[in-house]
């Protein structure tokens, strides 16, 4: 079971491969979970996060699962969704003082484990890849160049 973010591209990454590693030299069977699902042991929840780039990312576990890829907002957009939601706990993994209201926790092994367990109809399986928030950039050399 492995965490397949959003998160750190590089730690993803790694984590993603290490499980790969696994797979091939103990046989274990791969599999994959939005890290997202792991912050909170309750069924519905909202989970922020920095996407960077002057951007932010809002994300609704329901039924332990994550329903659909996280939505991009601005600063504005994220301030007006969360005063708009008052019965369901919003949660992050980044500091994010500008939103007060937002508790902070991380994203535990274990629970990725559990939800994995309860749902096993949700599992990313391989070729396992990174939960990507935007489209991933790759930076090509100018003609003539190599």
Same mark, same amino acid.
């Given at each position: 079971?492995? !965490?397949? +973010?959003?998160?750190?591209?590089?730690?993803?990454?790694?984590?993603?491969?290490?499980?790969? !590693? /696994?797979?091939?030299?103990? +046989?274990?069977?791969?599999?994959?979970? &939005?890290?997202?699902?792991?912050?909170?042991?309750?069924?519905?929840?909202?989970?922020? +996060?920095?996407?960077?780039?002057?951007?932010?990312?809002?994300?609704?576990?329901?039924? +332990?699962?994550?329903?659909?890829?996280?939505? /991009? /907002? &601005?600063?504005?957009?994220? #301030?007006?969704?969360?005063? &708009?939601?008052?019965?369901?706990?919003?949660?992050?993994?980044?500091?994010?003082?500008?939103?007060? &209201?937002?508790?902070?926790?991380?994203?535990? =092994?274990?629970?990725?484990?559990?939800?994995?367990?309860?749902?096993?109809? #949700? /599992? =990313?399986?391989?070729?396992?890849?990174?939960?990507?928030?935007?489209?991933?950039?790759?930076?090509?050399?100018?003609?003539?160049?190599?």
């Amino acid at each position: 079971m492995v !965490g397949l +973010g959003p998160g750190s591209y590089t730690g993803t990454r790694i984590a993603i491969s290490a499980a790969i !590693g /696994l797979e091939a030299t103990i +046989g274990a069977a791969l599999a994959g979970i &939005s890290s997202l699902c792991a912050i909170s042991d309750e069924n519905d929840f909202y989970v922020i +996060g920095d996407a960077k780039r002057a951007s932010f990312f809002f994300a609704k576990i329901s039924g +332990g699962l994550l329903k659909s890829d996280p939505e /991009l /907002l &601005s600063a504005d957009e994220m #301030n007006k969704r969360i005063s &708009s939601i008052t019965t369901i706990p919003i949660y992050t993994s980044d500091e994010l003082p500008q939103f007060a &209201s937002v508790k902070r926790r991380f994203p535990s =092994a274990k629970l990725l484990c559990l939800r994995a367990q309860t749902s096993p109809q #949700n /599992l =990313a399986r391989a070729p396992l890849a990174p939960l990507y928030l935007r489209e991933p950039h790759i930076t090509t050399p100018r003609s003539g160049q190599k």
